[in-house]
Structure formats: structure tokens, C-alpha cells
């Protein structure tokens, strides 16, 4: 089976403008709540599936150009959430998630860091994409 | 391109600690509040209020008025709120800045390593504003200063703060004021706000309604000092903030 490189192969576009060139590093989490069903009668323990959560976690290199993008949703958070893509893979072989934004569906920016620890080095930044509502997955 | 950390400034109040400071963190914190119901499918959230911090690294310099430690120290558990700003890159105007207004310093860690300079971590808590250099440096004439462009027209007004760190001579009453406009050439401007200050410090201005794209700031009066230094940020609610 091939195996596929991060470059160029993964982007994330918040509210309509792509973060890719401001990003090294990102994680994708689809968490799916557990729902404990053990009883007396069972001989182990056992859990159903309960409710799926999405979230991104992001980062990269800080820049005018992308504070100018985050900034006013980390200070004042929207009421409509925002429209969110995230994919993977190259053209040929591309699986995308698409929120679109709503009062209950899309992302909101739940953690941004700026972080400057080394006066010789550059300013980093990290944020937490949170995630409201399942995706259409194309 | 990566931004040089090199170039930021430290402002606390009328104090620019630069000199004095080789780290700093901005966090802000939304919580996401649970609202799924009986029809989701999926989790489902909303963003409550926003929580936010600056965490700063700095050399012990001495605790003389002035020094870095001391005031810091003395911002911690007070009722004399302080003004605190992050101008992350100085090496040109309408860079961000990130400030937290009524800022008290949280905690304070000093380390004390056997083999290396005493440095301390503080953490300033406020209310967190973000905007754009219009000032950062000495005037010394009345006059326009640099336009900024902002990324969008504001239509419900902001902040602006202007931390007055050093005045040459005395001052009474010297005044600046901001003003905005839809071409950059600014042939015919708002005037969106004034400021006037007779002594070194913080001073904010609520700022109300449109402010255009193109902005700047305008030194009207010296108020009979030489020249004076500061810094002048402007937050725009739903542009820059």
C-alpha cells in the first residue's frame, strides 16, 4: 500500500481561509463517548458507543497574516460557529470533512497560544479547534 | 515567514521592560459549553466567554522604583489594576499587539539556579483586547504619524490605549487624536478620538461607531514638552478584536 507525506497532503481552512501555510503541526481527534452498560449479569465489563466529538489541534509558525485571521474569534468568540474543512491525503486519494457553519454546527477556536521562549528564535503559536456537530465527509 | 521574537516590547503601564524580558505567552481560553440535545447526532458546543493571560520571563534587574521585578510584584493582589501590553513586532507600525486591561499579576516564580542569572515568571489576568500599533516611539513635532491599514472597516467602534512612558521637559495637556478614512491617502479624515495627558501613564479611550480601514494617529499639541515616547494601540471590535 503507498504511504503518504504530511507535506502538501493535509490543510485546514477555518471561516473560509486556508491555515496551511501557517501550520506544522495538526491532530486530528474524533473521540466517540462511552456509554457503560455492565450489569450484574455480565461477565465482563461493557460499553456502547455513545456520541461522536471532533477536534483539531493545530500549530505552526506565528505571522501577522494569521493572527489577523484568529485573533478576533479568540477574543470575541462568534455566535455562529465557523464554517470548517479539514483534510487528508492527496488529490487522487483525499478524504475532506466539511462543517458548515451554524448556530450548531462548525468550530470555534477553544485555546490560542503565542509563545515567544527564545529571544533568539521565532514566535510559535498553537490553538484547539473545537468542533460542534458531525461532518459530511467527502 | 516566521516572526523574530526578538522584536517585541513589554509594556506595563508607563514602564517598557524589553530591556528586561526574554520570554512571553498570550493564552487565550474559550470553554465550550456542552448543548447537545435529543435530536444530535454528534456532540454539539458553544463558546462561552473568553479567559485570558499573559505569562512573561524576565531578568532580576534589583527592586528599585523602576526596575522590572518590583513592579511587577507590586501589581500582584492589588486594587490599583495595571495595563499590560505585548507589542509583538516593533520593527514596523500596525503590527498586533496584544494587551489585557485592569491586568494584576496572578503569581510570580522566581528561579534560583545555582548556575545561571536569577530570572522570575509572572503571570498578568485581564480583560484582553487585540489591535494594531498606531505609535511606538518618541514624537517630538505636532503632526500626522504613519497610516495602518486595518483588515476591514469597523462598524462598532473599540479601544484605543496610549501608555506614555517617558516626557521630556513638563507637559500640560498635550494632546493626540486618532482619525480614520476610507482611501489611504486620508484626504478626508474622522476624527474618531482624543487623548490628552499631562504626565507619563495609561490612558484608554472608548472609541464608538465606524472607524474606516485606514487610520492614524495625529499629535495636536506637545503641550509644551520637548518631545515624549509611547505607544499607541488601537482596538477595533470585529476587525482587530
Keep these: ?92 486519494s483525499r478524504v475532506t470533512y466539511t462543517w458548515t457553519g451554524s448556530t450548531t454546527v462548525g468550530a470555534f477556536i477553544s485555546n490560542y497560544t503565542v509563545s515567544a521562549d527564545n529571544p533568539m528564535n521565532k514566535i510559535t503559536w498553537s490553538g484547539t479547534l473545537t468542533i460542534s456537530g458531525a461532518p459530511v465527509v467527502s | 515567514m516566521a516572526t523574530r521574537a526578538n522584536r517585541g516590547r513589554l509594556l506595563i503601564d508607563r514602564y517598557d521592560f524589553s530591556l528586561d524580558t526574554f520570554a512571553a505567552t498570550w493564552t487565550t481560553t474559550v470553554e465550550p459549553l456542552e448543548s447537545a440535545n435529543w435530536q444530535s447526532t454528534t456532540m454539539q458546543y458553544q463558546p462561552d466567554a473568553v479567559d485570558a493571560s499573559l505569562t512573561m520571563t524576565g531578568y532580576y534587574t534589583g527592586y528599585d522604583a523602576g526596575d522590572i521585578y518590583r513592579e511587577i510584584y507590586a501589581r500582584r ?19 498586533p499587539v496584544y494587551l489585557l486591561q485592569t491586568g494584576w499579576a496572578s503569581s510570580i516564580t522566581v528561579d ?17 483586547y487585540g489591535g494594531y500599533t498606531l ?11 504613519t497610516v495602518v491599514t486595518l483588515p476591514a472597516t469597523g462598524t462598532s467602534g473599540g479601544r484605543a490605549f496610549l501608555l506614555v512612558r517617558a516626557i521630556t521637559g513638563a507637559a500640560t495637556n498635550a494632546e493626540v487624536h486618532i482619525e480614520c478614512d ?3 491617502g486620508m484626504t478626508t479624515p474622522t476624527d474618531i478620538g482624543t487623548i490628552t495627558f499631562s504626565a507619563v501613564g495609561a490612558y484608554p479611550l472608548a472609541i464608538a461607531g465606524t472607524v474606516e480601514p485606514y487610520v492614524r494617529i495625529v499629535v495636536d499639541d506637545l503641550g509644551g514638552a520637548t518631545n515624549f515616547t509611547a505607544a499607541l494601540i488601537l482596538c477595533v471590535n470585529g476587525v482587530t478584536m
Excluded at chain 1, 493535509?10 to 450489569?39: C, D, F, K, P, R
Aim: proline fraction near 5%.
Design chain 1, 1 to 92: 500500500m503507498p504511504r503518504t507525506n504530511a507535506l502538501q497532503n493535509v490543510s485546514v481552512s477555518y471561516n473560509g481561509t486556508s491555515l496551511q501555510s501557517h501550520l506544522n503541526t495538526s491532530s486530528w481527534n474524533a473521540v466517540t463517548e462511552v456509554i457503560e452498560t455492565t450489569t450484574f449479569a455480565s461477565s465482563a465489563m461493557e460499553q456502547a458507543a455513545g456520541a461522536a466529538s471532533f477536534s483539531i489541534e493545530v500549530g505552526g509558525d506565528w505571522s501577522k497574516t494569521l493572527d489577523d485571521i484568529l485573533r478576533p474569534d479568540t477574543i470575541s468568540p462568534p455566535d455562529t460557529l465557523r464554517t470548517l474543512v479539514f483534510y487528508l491525503g492527496p488529490v487522487s
Design chain 2, 77 to 95: 493582589n492589588t486594587d490599583t489594576t495595571a495595563y499590560v501590553a505585548w507589542l509583538l513586532d516593533t520593527s514596523a507600525l500596525g503590527q
Design chain 2, 112 to 128: 534560583t539556579p545555582v548556575q545561571s542569572l536569577l530570572r522570575f515568571d509572572a503571570t498578568f489576568d485581564g480583560v484582553p
Design chain 2, 135 to 145: 505609535l511606538d516611539g518618541q514624537r517630538t513635532a505636532t503632526g500626522n504619524g
Design chain 2, 182 to 184: 476610507t482611501v489611504v
